[in-house]
């Protein structure tokens, strides 16, 4: 049995699918990712091909934070078929000959992945990895650049309905017109084609609910971790062992403009609050402020390990960095910047293991109020009980379901 797992996006996009390609690949299955290419480190770390699509994710993200110029199609819809189309070039030759194609991140890219799985006969998953990305009464839809939700509309049912038209306006003709080349037929809804009317959610109950009742037959199967066993390198286990346990501050894959301005309010405000400082370099490129031995910096660690022994991360709020520092029992403070990180940050507040940073550009100030709430005791122990609910077994959950869709069991 071969599986073809697609995604376009950053790390926190591609580091489930690791995870649930290593379930699959221990039920006996061949597995092969299409994702950017920035990321055939991190899968050539599990032993799982990268099929590369599209332009490096993290120059696209840098570019457009700095103005840079590209060399992407001006508009969104033209971008959108130009991302179709070469996604669809890429998958399409991979999917022939497989049993089955998951797909997740940006809409035209799962809408290729689709469409691939069509030509080539085979069933098509979609999965998400937080709620407020399918459709529910129960909270409203994610706002597009240039389509801000209309604030005298309360209704989520309503809003849910307006982001079927957004979208089929932004993606609807180049999804279509890739379509009938392919000699496939059109679709009404480009959303809810994507999705399908089955969804999975790598997402974890305790985390991250999928709210009841429900019009969306979603399938909740825990988050899909890739268990990480690389040891701390022996610079950062010096520094660990060298006095109490540090606050984390690190953005992942978010490119920051004023790095350079959060690096030294997050010195400045951990500080104040009697703690050492450990900065996650990242895509932002956090770096020390200055020469004093209680702040490090580190690059790409095992997170699940360094997270419980710090005394509180600061994040950006990417699912994966907040179900971690969930499942380590550390509280968190969420600095959301776009997408689904404002859900985490809601979420973390909500739950009582940490606090949602006020806005997206932390200073001295508005972190060090946020980290009054994350380092209080009771803070601390509600983080401890929460993460003895978090569920390790999502991707192995998925994977029996995922090849049970696509066929008769692996011997």
């Given at each position: 049995?071969?599986?073809?797992?697609?995604?376009?996006?950053?790390?926190?996009?591609?580091?489930?699918?690791?995870?649930?390609?290593?379930?699959?690949?221990?039920?006996?299955?061949?597995?092969?990712?299409?994702?950017?290419?920035?990321?055939?480190?991190l899968l050539a770390?599990v032993g799982v091909?990268?099929?590369?699509?599209?332009?490096?994710?993290?120059?696209?993200?840098?570019?457009?934070?700095?103005?840079?110029?590209?060399?992407?199609?001006?508009?969104?819809?033209?971008?959108?078929?130009?991302?179709?189309?070469?996604?669809?070039?890429?998958?399409?030759?991979?999917?022939?000959?497989?049993?089955?194609?998951?797909?997740?991140?940006?809409?035209?890219?799962?809408?290729?992945?689709?469409?691939?799985?069509?030509?080539?006969?085979?069933?098509?998953?979609?999965?998400?990895?937080?709620?407020?990305?399918?459709?529910?009464?129960?909270?409203?839809?994610?706002?597009?650049?240039?389509?801000?939700?209309?604030?005298?509309?309360?209704?989520?049912?309503?809003?849910?309905?307006?982001?079927?038209?957004?979208?089929?306006?932004?993606?609807?003709?180049?999804?279509?017109?890739?379509?009938?080349?392919?000699?496939?037929?059109?679709?009404?809804?480009?959303?809810?084609?994507?999705?399908?009317?089955?969804?999975?959610?790598?997402?974890?109950?305790?985390?991250?609910?999928?709210?009841?009742?429900?019009?969306?037959?979603v399938v909740q199967?825990?988050?899909?971790?890739?268990?990480?066993?690389?040891?701390?390198?022996?610079?950062?286990?010096?520094?660990?062992?060298?006095?109490?346990?540090?606050?984390?501050?690190?953005?992942?894959?978010?490119?920051?403009?004023?790095?350079?301005?959060?690096?030294?309010?997050?010195?400045?405000?951990?500080?104040?609050?009697?703690?050492?400082?450990?900065?996650?370099?990242?895509?932002?490129?956090?770096?020390?402020?200055?020469?004093?031995?209680?702040?490090?910096?580190?690059?790409?660690?095992?997170?699940?390990?360094?997270?419980?022994?710090?005394?509180?991360?600061?994040?950006?709020?990417?699912?994966?960095?907040?179900?971690?520092?969930?499942?380590?029992?550390?509280?968190?403070?969420?600095?959301?910047?776009?997408?689904?990180?404002?859900?985490?940050?809601?979420?973390?507040?909500?739950?009582?293991?940490?606090?949602?940073?006020?806005?997206?550009?932390?200073?001295?100030?508005?972190?060090?109020?946020?980290?009054?709430?994350?380092?209080?005791?009771?803070?601390?122990?509600?983080?401890?009980?929460?993460?003895?609910?978090?569920?390790?077994?999502?991707?192995?959950?998925?994977?029996?379901?995922?090849?049970?869709?696509?066929?008769?069991?692996?011997?």
């Amino acid at each position: 049995m071969r599986v073809v797992l697609l995604t376009y996006g950053s790390r926190g996009d591609v580091e489930p699918m690791a995870g649930l390609a290593v379930a699959l690949r221990e039920l006996g299955v061949e597995v092969s990712v299409c994702a950017p290419p920035d990321f055939e480190e991190l899968l050539a770390g599990v032993g799982v091909p990268l099929v590369a699509i599209g332009q490096s994710v993290r120059v696209l993200a840098t570019d457009a934070l700095t103005g840079k110029p590209t060399k992407l199609p001006p508009t969104m819809r033209e971008r959108a078929a130009a991302l179709f189309a070469s996604v669809y070039d890429t998958v399409a030759p991979v999917a022939e000959g497989s049993d089955l194609v998951v797909a997740t991140g940006l809409l035209p890219a799962a809408a290729a992945a689709r469409a691939a799985a069509e030509k080539s006969g085979v069933p098509y998953a979609f999965v998400s990895y937080f709620p407020s990305y399918l459709p529910s009464p129960h909270h409203p839809p994610l706002a597009f650049p240039g389509h801000p939700l209309p604030a005298d509309v309360t209704d989520n049912r309503t809003l849910w309905d307006q982001n079927t038209d957004v979208l089929n306006e932004l993606f609807g003709a180049a999804v279509n017109t890739h379509r009938a080349e392919l000699g496939l037929p059109p679709v009404a809804n480009v959303r809810d084609h994507v999705l399908t009317d089955r969804p999975l959610l790598a997402s974890d109950p305790a985390l991250s609910p999928w709210p009841e009742p429900a019009e969306l037959d979603v399938v909740q199967t825990g988050a899909w971790i890739r268990t990480d066993d690389r040891p701390l390198p022996e610079d950062l286990e010096k520094f660990l062992a060298a006095g109490a346990p540090p606050v984390y501050v690190g953005f992942g894959s978010m490119p920051l403009r004023d790095a350079a301005d959060v690096s030294r309010a997050a010195v400045e405000a951990v500080r104040a609050h009697g703690h050492r400082v450990l900065l996650g370099r990242g895509w932002a490129d956090l770096a020390l402020t200055d020469g004093q031995d209680d702040c490090f910096v580190v690059g790409e660690v095992n997170q699940q390990e360094l997270f419980r022994r710090v005394a509180a991360v600061v994040h950006h709020g990417g699912a994966g960095t907040t179900t971690t520092a969930a499942r380590a029992g550390t509280p968190q403070v969420v600095v959301a910047q776009m997408a689904d990180q404002p859900y985490w940050a809601q979420r973390v507040a909500e739950l009582g293991i940490g606090a949602a940073h006020d806005g997206p550009t932390p200073t001295y100030d508005s972190l060090s109020a946020a980290l009054t709430v994350a380092l209080a005791p009771e803070t601390h122990e509600r983080a401890r009980s929460l993460a003895a609910e978090i569920r390790t077994d999502g991707a192995t959950i998925a994977a029996k379901l995922l090849v049970d869709v696509a066929g008769p069991a692996v011997p």
